[in-house]
């Protein structure tokens, strides 16, 4: 039976439970990084980074574009990992998967956790996606 309108909607899912998400569905055994909001991040939509701390422990951790994942006025539908996408909700998630590919290859001790062929292989059998870049903004190789 569907909610009526008046129904109490759900909260959104933050962006660690958006990712936990992610990989439940991929099947990977991995809890999620960190993932966070940056406002500062102007050219590439996402990054996955991996930080050490004063005591030589890596950290590794989802930044995700304020300025270019909450703007509005994209013109649709709009190419993200060679997918078409209809809302900035699936923007986001495409480039979320994106970010999680780096962090499961990392986590899985792989040298290469770049754009390489494990992660060309994971972007399209697990996720479907058509291209290894967001397409968003200018990001490395």
């Not at 539908?77 to 986001?92: A, I, K, L, R, Y």
Request: with cysteine; aromatic share 8%.
């Amino acid at each position: 039976m569907e909610p009526g309108p008046d129904a109490p909607k759900a909260p959104p899912l933050t962006l660690r439970a958006r990712a936990q998400a992610i990989l439940h569905e991929a099947g990977w055994d991995l809890a999620p990084p960190p993932v966070i909001w940056s406002p500062r991040m102007a050219r590439c939509a996402g990054l996955f980074v991996i930080e050490k701390d004063t005591r030589g422990k890596w950290h590794p951790e989802i930044r995700l574009s304020i300025p270019l994942l909450r703007r509005r006025d994209w013109p649709w539908p709009q190419q993200v990992c060679g997918m078409n996408c209809h809302t900035p909700e699936q923007v986001q998630q495409r480039i979320l998967e994106h970010e999680l590919i780096h962090y499961k290859l990392w986590a899985d001790g792989e040298k290469n956790w770049g754009h390489g062929e494990q992660f060309r292989r994971l972007a399209f059998e697990v996720f479907g996606h058509q291209s290894i870049t967001h397409g968003i903004g200018t990001e490395p190789e």
